[in-house]
């Protein structure tokens, strides 16, 4: 089960057989739709749609939608995917949200309730009003740890109601919404330390989990749109021209050195954050982490990972979400493809079979 079961499941699905994931995003919308199989979780379908073209905008651009525009957009790839199943899990973006850890001076057998109000007051920059709260109690950074952990997470009243409107719209009304992060999380394994970016259109999120529970997130506001951007500044053409060079680009592709040039430029700042957070937490930890796991639209430029290693000194892995799932032999070198762009519905639609 889930964290934040009190506030963000907002009805458990009635049939637990099939289950749709699905991921909204700046750029695009993903959805994931699963099925049980003789006790087997197995992929049914999967589909995304670009946002661009319905806000008049080219393919790949950031952008945001009105409702109607949204729910049209939502309708037209379920239908496009041929999505059966009414189970729906959505995960909402990390930017409606807000999430921290913290330790409370408390002894163990204290009801934290009253003492997480208190503190989610200073570290939400909002009234709690205008917030939907809730909390959880997370396993001690170490054995001499005073205090208790917990990890807040406040989501915007706005936003999870404009996402109860759209599940009315699309016909999955009351179904279960989670924060993308917990999605993203539920694709990986829980080893002891892990650590995952994620390269969004608009942001870049990294996430740090003990023992299978998140412990850390840490958010940018840089990413894949960004870097089309440069590009077609660099190349003097288009935005749209710019975005079918990047998702094209080969080691041997002609633009190649103005891409990775691009990402470099791009991400730069941000690593050298992420680095920041990854050595203060393996020093907190006393740990290392093996390998960092990337995921998101943006991370499946191949120069990518080396630019990770030599700016974080981690060897770098993309993430496999559908290896939790079975599907036809044929299609594995697609799923090893798509996989890491499709994390948070895949991640969403798993919820349902836990």
Known sequence: MGFFSS???????????????????????????????????TLVTYGEIQLGPYAGKPLGAAVHLSPKQEQEALVDVIRESAVKSRNGVFAMPLSASFISTTVLEA??????????RVEARKLIPASLSEVTLDWAE??????????????IAAIQNTAIERFNVLMQFAGFDGAPTEIECFSTNRTISKKKHAVVMDFGATSTKMYMAHNGVLTRMHRVNVGGAQVTQAIAETLHVDFA???????????????????????ETTYSRSLREFRQVIDHYQTKF???????????????????????LDRLDIQVELL?????????????????????????????ALRNFE
């Open 7 to 41: 506030i963000l499941d907002s009805a458990t699905p009635k049939d637990t057989s099939s289950a749709l994931g699905v991921d909204i995003g700046t750029s695009a919308i993903k959805v994931v739709e699963l099925e049980e199989r003789n006790g087997v979780v």
């Open 107 to 116: 002894e163990p057998d204290v009801d934290l309730s009253a003492l997480v």
């Open 138 to 151: 997370l396993e001690a950074a170490s054995d001499d740890q005073s205090g208790r952990s917990v990890l």
């Open 241 to 263: 021209a710019a975005e079918l060079i990047k998702q094209q680009a080969t080691a041997h592709s002609e633009h190649y050195t103005t891409v990775k040039q691009a990402y």
């Open 286 to 308: 006393d740990t290392e982490f093996p390998y960092v796991l990337i995921c998101g639209g943006a991370s499946l430029f191949p120069g990518l990972a080396n630019q990770l």
């Open 320 to 348: 496999d979400p559908f290896k939790n799932v079975a599907y036809p032999a044929f299609m594995e070198d697609v799923m090893l493809q798509i996989g890491p762009s499709f994390v948070p519905a895949l991640g969403a």
